[in-house]
């Protein structure tokens, strides 16, 4: 499967962003979904995880309350809504995929990665 992730840019602190993430290349039925983030000298940090098959989500307790992830079955796309931006989300962001059946936080764990899209949170 190949991942196209989309959306970053620049916003202010306190506001709103949506990433999405376009699978290709294979339906998404057996894979897991995730999120990550990279800031430059950092190790990769989980953000957000979806089982794709029932939309079951899951995310780092940074982002809770914050962020929330979907999908779109038809179009083969899980987007990554992010609300209430801080300067401490600003890094790469990561759509990644794997074929695991069980919860990962692990960067290594996951076999697909897409190209990543830059968010930058600054006034």
């Known amino acids: 499967v190949q991942l196209q992730a989309s959306g970053g840019g620049l916003v202010q602190p306190g506001g709103s962003l949506r990433l999405s993430c376009a699978a290709s290349?294979?339906?998404?039925?057996?894979?897991?979904l995730g999120w990550f983030r990279q800031v430059p000298g950092s190790e990769r940090e989980f953000v957000a995880w979806?089982?794709?098959?029932?939309?079951?989500?899951t995310y780092a307790d940074s982002v809770t309350g914050r962020f929330a992830a979907s999908r779109d079955h038809a179009k083969n796309i899980v987007y990554l809504q992010m609300d209430k931006l801080t300067p401490e989300d600003t890094a790469v962001y990561y759509c990644?995929?794997?074929?695991?059946?069980?919860?990962?936080?692990?960067?290594?764990?996951?076999?697909?990665w897409g190209q990543g899209t830059l968010v930058t949170v600054s006034s």
């Open positions: 290349g294979s339906t998404l039925n057996s894979y897991n």
């Open positions: 990644v995929a794997s074929r695991r059946s069980v919860f990962s936080v692990v960067p290594d764990n996951y076999d697909y």
């Open positions: 979806m089982r794709w098959s029932s939309g079951f989500t």
